[in-house]
C-alpha cells in the first residue's frame, strides 16, 4: 500500500482481536491496513527470545468454548500452528507470538514498530497520527475505516476526547502482572507442566515453558515461565526489574530447592496484563464515522474473549458497509 492508497479499514493493534478482525475484514474483501507498536504480532499472545532460548512469557494457553472460536483452533490445529497442551488448554506452536503468522495470510498491508499517537476525521477519511513519524505513512486522510484494538488506556489516547460514543473504554480496570523468566540446568521436580496457586500467594503460576508442545529442552535447558499473582504485582509495580527478579526467584527457589543458579533469567512487567473490569460492552462502533473499538477489556481476560470482540466487530462491519 503505498501512503495515498485509499484504505477501506485500518486495523490499530496486531494482538489476537486485531489479527482477527483484520482476516475477516480481508475475507470479506476490504482493503485492509494492520499497524502495532511492535516488531513482532500477537500481542499479548508473546515470545521474548534470549539467543536460542524461547519463552512465553504472556498468556500461557487459551481455552475455546463457543462455536467461533472453536472453528478457528479446529483450523490451527489442522495446519500445525497450534497444538493441545494438556487438558482442554491449546498454545500456538512453535510459540504463542507465531498465531499472528498463522491469522496472516500477506506482509501487505502489514505496518509494524508504528505506534500510533492520535487518529483524526476529516471530510475525506481519517488520518493517523504516528509517534515516530508523523501522518504521512499510510491512508493521507483517506481510510474510510478505523478498528482500535488496543488495550482501553491506549485506545482513549488514541481517540481522545473528540469523539463521542466511546466513554465506556474509561470504565475498565486492569491488573499488573510481573513475569520471570528462567532456564535451568534441570527439570522442576513436580509432574505439573502448568502449576496454580491459590490466592493469597505471592504466585499465580508456574509454566513448564519446555514442556509445551514444538519447544523442548535448548541446548539441555529447561525454560519456566513464572507469573506473580495480581496482589504481589501490585505491591511491586514500580519496583525496579533487578529487585524483582531477585524477590520471584527466592520464591521460586524455595518451594523448589533450587541447588544451582540459573542459566538464565529475566523479568517483564505487564502493565495492563488483566483486565479486572470489563466494559461489557460486545464491541464499540460508531458507523457514521467509522470508528470502532475492540479488544479483552469488552468482557473479559481471556483470548477466546478478545477474539469473541474482534470478531463481532468485523461482523458489524461488514454487514455496514457491504
Ligand atoms: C501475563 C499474562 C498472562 C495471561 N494468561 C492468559 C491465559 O493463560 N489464557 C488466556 O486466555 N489469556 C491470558 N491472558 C490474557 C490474554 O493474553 C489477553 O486477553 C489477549 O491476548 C488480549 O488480546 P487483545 O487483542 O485484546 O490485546 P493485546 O494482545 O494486548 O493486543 C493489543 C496490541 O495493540 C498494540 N498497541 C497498543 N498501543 C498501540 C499504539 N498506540 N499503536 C500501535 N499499536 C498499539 C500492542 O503492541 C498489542 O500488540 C494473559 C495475559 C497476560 C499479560
Redesign the pocket.
Known sequence: MDSNQKIDVAV???????LWACKKLRRAGFGVAL????RGL????ATRRAGKLQFDH??????ASKPAFLGLVSELVTDDLCAKWFADRYVAIPRMSAIGRGLLDSEEGLYLN???RRIHREASGWFIEFEQSGHDIIGNGYITNIVI???AP?AID?IGAEYSGFEKLKSVQYAP?W?LMLALEKPLQSDDVYMEFPDGHALRSISQNSNKPCRGEVAGLHTIVV?ASQDWSIQNLEHDKETVQDALLSIVSDIFNFQTPPHYISAHR?RF??VTQAAKVPFLWDSKIGLGAC???CTG??????FDS?NALANEIIADRL
Open positions: 490499530i493493534g496486531a494482538g489476537i482481536a486485531g499497524i502495532d507498536k511492535s500477537g500481542g499479548r499472545m504472556g498468556a500461557q494457553f487459551f481455552t508504528q505506534q500510533v484494538a488496543v488495550p491506549q488514541i502482572c513475569t507469573h505487564w496484563a488483566e479488544g479483552d477489556w481476560p481471556r483470548i477466546e474473549l478478545a474482534g
